[in-house]
């Protein structure tokens, strides 16, 4: 009877070759895609950038650098255009602020007895300076007749404006509580005949007629709730809002305009100089 040796398994104490074989080969994969990843294309970056200098109306110098940037004699003139009416316009603005606070300094000094008792509030918008004036200081309940009081008050701030050149807002304003009378059928009606009844005052004051707009709101815009006594007082009010002027726009001369356009470089600076 025959037996057969048992095999006996020795230890591979080499078998981490292969491992570490196939980790650094990974690993050096690894690189070489990142290293590939963060290759520019130098004629592809060229390209690219020339193209979004087109796009823009701009070019870029030849030497592919985005940060040099030439402009062509067309496109320079039109910059140094773009820049004197910008810096015109900062001057204008700057100059018409400061004309604006001026306005509501003045407003504040003919209007102190008002201001102090709570009457009136002067306060600059982006609209421009507007007068809120408690109807209360200017009319009897119901009614769209000027106080004596009233009267000389606002001649005082019709001096004031009259030297300025803005347009002017009357706007009458109401609580909801309906009013109907032969004379005042709604609250449309006596809103109307409130800011009417200033804009007359100014007129005979010297303002220019043309400059005033009177308007009529009702109850419209409340600046407090309806539901208390004190909200509906400080409802009933007329509001005159001196508007801020316009700033200039910078026009460009008629031959330089046409060339301009004619190369292709858009225009719209401003209107043409009358020649």
């Given amino acids: ?13 080499e078998r981490w070759v292969i491992s570490y074989a196939d980790f650094m080969t990974l690993l050096f994969a690894f690189f070489v895609v990142m290293y590939a ?5 130098e004629g592809k970056y060229k390209t690219f950038g020339l193209s979004l200098g087109n796009a823009f109306g701009v070019s870029i110098s030849k030497s592919g650098d985005p940060s ?3 402009l062509t004699e067309q496109e320079m003139y039109l910059k140094s255009i773009v820049d004197r009416r910008d810096a015109r316009l900062a001057d204008q603005q700057r100059r018409q602020n400061e004309r604006m606070r001026h306005l509501v300094t003045t407003l504040n000094q003919v209007m102190d007895t008002f201001v102090k008792n709570g009457q009136v509030t002067v306060s600059q918008t982006n609209r421009g300076v507007m007068l809120d004036i408690n109807a209360s200081a200017l009319f009897a309940q119901g009614d769209a007749s000027l106080a004596a009081s009233a009267q000389k008050t606002l001649a005082d701030v019709a001096k004031v404006l009259v030297g300025e050149e803005q347009p002017i807002e009357v706007e009458g304003y109401t609580d909801n509580v309906p009013i109907s009378t032969p004379v005042y059928p709604s ?11 200033v804009v007359r005052l100014f007129i005979a004051q010297g303002i220019e007629a043309k400059r005033l707009t009177a308007v009529g709101s009702a109850d419209n815009r409340p600046v407090l709730s309806n539901d208390t006594a004190e909200g509906r007082a400080r409802n009933r009010r007329v509001t005159i809002t001196v508007l801020s002027p316009e ?4 026009n460009l001369p008629v031959q330089t305009s046409n ?12 209107e043409p100089a009358k020649p």
């Fill in 1 to 13: 009877m025959s037996f057969r040796r048992k095999r006996v398994d020795r230890d591979n104490h």
């Fill in 37 to 41: 990843i963060s290759s520019i294309n």
């Fill in 68 to 70: 040099v940037i030439h």
């Fill in 187 to 197: 609250n449309w009606e006596l809103s109307s005949a409130r800011a009417s009844s």
């Fill in 247 to 250: 700033l200039e726009r910078v």
């Fill in 259 to 270: 060339e301009i356009a004619a190369s292709g470089v858009p225009v719209e600076l401003g």
